[in-house]
């Protein structure tokens, strides 16, 4: 059985991982989280991905249009801008080599029997 995924984590990836995904191909809210869960965050809900999308917009760290549906109102696209893109490449980096202390120091750890 996996372990529960600690929310505070994934608060301090996610504007991280939309970006990423975002760089991939310009999305609209709940098509971002249906790639997230795509991606294996399967437990992450709408109500925590739209706030992000909020403040990376408000950041200028994407930009957004809104879309005509055919099957309802129309849709908000997103897609990085070009310090959104930049931010994404530091962010990653910090992240990897984050990532690579924290395995160094848990592969130093006693395991579990």
Do not use: C, F
């Given at each position: 059985m996996d372990?529960?995924?600690?929310?505070?984590?994934?608060?301090?990836?996610?504007?991280?991982?939309?970006?990423?995904l975002?760089?991939?191909?310009?999305s609209?809210?709940?098509?971002?989280?249906?790639?997230?869960h795509?991606?294996?965050?399967d437990d992450i809900?709408?109500g925590t991905?739209?706030p992000?999308?909020?403040?990376?917009?408000?950041?200028?760290?994407?930009?957004?249009?809104l879309?005509?549906?055919?099957?309802g109102?129309?849709?908000?696209?997103?897609?990085?801008?070009?310090?959104?893109t930049?931010?994404?490449?530091?962010?990653a980096r910090?992240w990897r080599r984050?990532?690579?202390t924290?395995?160094?120091?848990?592969?130093?750890?006693p395991?579990?029997?």
């Amino acid at each position: 059985m996996d372990e529960p995924r600690d929310p505070q984590l994934l608060k301090g990836v996610l504007p991280m991982l939309v970006l990423a995904l975002l760089s991939e191909r310009e999305s609209y809210g709940y098509e971002l989280v249906t790639r997230l869960h795509d991606g294996g965050l399967d437990d992450i809900a709408a109500g925590t991905v739209y706030p992000v999308l909020n403040r990376l917009e408000r950041d200028g760290q994407i930009s957004s249009r809104l879309v005509a549906s055919t099957a309802g109102p129309a849709r908000k696209y997103y897609l990085p801008t070009t310090t959104g893109t930049d931010q994404l490449w530091a962010t990653a980096r910090s992240w990897r080599r984050l990532a690579a202390t924290v395995e160094h120091v848990l592969d130093r750890t006693p395991k579990e029997s």
